[in-house]
């Protein structure tokens, strides 16, 4: 019976091929729009300087977020972003204050260059009242609607998803602002994230999609991973153009960034931004990363690394040592200042247990 009640089906199925087949023979080859050319940044001095301060401000306030979580001042995951501050660094330079920002759990370098206090920031991973989310967030779920961060999401892809609603958002009120909404090579792979792509692209929404590749999915390497390890191309089936950088030279970043913001900017829709980067550390702090060994590491760290990279660019155009190594004593001072601010403010209340957890509409 199963057999017999098959049969009448596949005349039909056949029909419908040839008349796709056909169809697709007759429709007329529309061109992908696609940002510009992207080329490296030629940046000014004062440029030069802020970059590097930047992802100065990153490393050292990471640096430092790792030695209090070994003091066990910071509780539960804590990612750090050592060794991919070229990326946030080259993208929210590129950015106005009428964007928005949202990432995942390794969110502390996207927070500090959304403009909020490194004090606040260093006061929420150690869970103090002064915190940005009030001590409640911790690592992975800082938030600040004044600064136009978003999040913070420790679900993996989440936020890509949220990503395509402050999109729309933006578009709905028309307000000129674009999202960025950053995820990594693992978050990659999530369904949610191809639906949001959909989305995006069905209703030309005003988003960069930050493919944060740094080459391990937690503990698995991109190669064992994924199918497609360009991740520029994974919007391909919904019509969304692709650009891939080196997330490890700040000014190509930065150049690559502003060809997919004035593109997006001008209306044409989504974009999947890759970059190519390296995270020094583990996972998270728990992370003894025996996946990979400290040679690759280290080979990374000498060749590649963004801070020193930028050097010889800051060299050229004129600025000395003695000016670089006073940046880094003013970005030492501004991290221990925030370090001691949050080891010497107060816990949060008992009842802030009951805060920000319903909204009463009358």
């Given amino acids: 019976m199963l057999f017999i009640g098959v049969v009448p089906i596949l005349p039909r199925i056949e029909e419908g091929f040839h008349l796709a087949k056909a169809a697709t023979k007759k429709a007329p080859t529309e061109q992908l729009a696609k940002p510009a050319e992207p080329k490296r940044h030629a940046a000014t001095r004062e440029e030069l300087l802020r970059l590097y301060r930047e992802m100065l401000l990153i490393r050292r306030f990471e640096e430092k977020a790792g030695q209090l979580y070994g003091l066990g001042l ?10 991919q501050e070229a990326v946030a660094a080259g993208i929210q330079t590129a950015l106005t204050d009428k964007d928005s920002v949202i990432t995942g759990y390794r969110d502390h370098g996207h927070m500090l260059l959304c403009g909020i206090d ?15 989310s009030r001590g409640k967030g911790g690592s992975m779920h800082m938030f600040s ?10 679900i993996v892809g989440a936020q890509v998803p949220l990503g395509a609603g402050l999109a729309f958002a933006h578009k709905y ?7 960025v909404a950053y995820f990594g090579d693992g978050a990659a792979n999530q369904g949610q994230v191809y639906e949001a792509f959909n989305m995006a692209a069905l209703w030309k929404l005003p988003i960069i999609f930050v493919v944060e590749n740094n080459r391990y999915a937690m503990g698995t390497a991109v190669d064992r991973s994924s199918a497609e390890t360009h991740f520029w191309r994974r919007g391909e ?9 080196n997330g490890m030279d700040v000014l190509e970043v930065r150049g690559a960034a502003q ?14 931004f890759e970059a190519q980067t390296y995270r020094y550390r583990g996972h ?8 990979r060994s400290r040679e690759e590491v280290q080979q990374v760290r ?7 990279g930028l050097k010889h660019d800051l060299e050229t155009a004129g600025i000395t040592e003695e000016e670089l190594k006073a940046i880094d004593k003013e970005i030492r001072s501004i991290v221990n200042e925030a370090a001691d601010f949050a080891e010497t403010s107060p816990e949060p209340d008992p009842s802030e247990l009951y805060t920000d957890v319903l909204v009463e509409r009358y």
Avoid: Q, W
Avoid at 145 to 154: D, L, P
Avoid at 237 to 245: E, T, Y
Avoid at 284 to 291: E, H, I, L, T, W
């Fill in 118 to 132: 490194p004090k606040l920031v260093m006061a929420e991973l150690t869970g103090r009242e002064a915190g940005i």
């Fill in 284 to 291: 998270s702090m728990s992370d003894p990363a025996k996946y």
């Fill in 145 to 154: 609607v004044e600064h136009k961060f978003y999040g913070g999401h420790g």
């Fill in 173 to 179: 009120n028309e307000d000129g602002g674009i999202c």
């Fill in 237 to 245: 089936a919904f019509r969304i153009p692709g650009m891939v950088c």
């Fill in 74 to 83: 910071i509780g539960g995951f804590c990612h750090l972003y050592i060794g």
């Fill in 259 to 272: 060809a997919a913001v004035d593109f997006v900017r001008a209306g044409n829709g989504p974009v999947v």
């Fill in 302 to 308: 000498e060749k590649s690394d963004p801070i020193e």
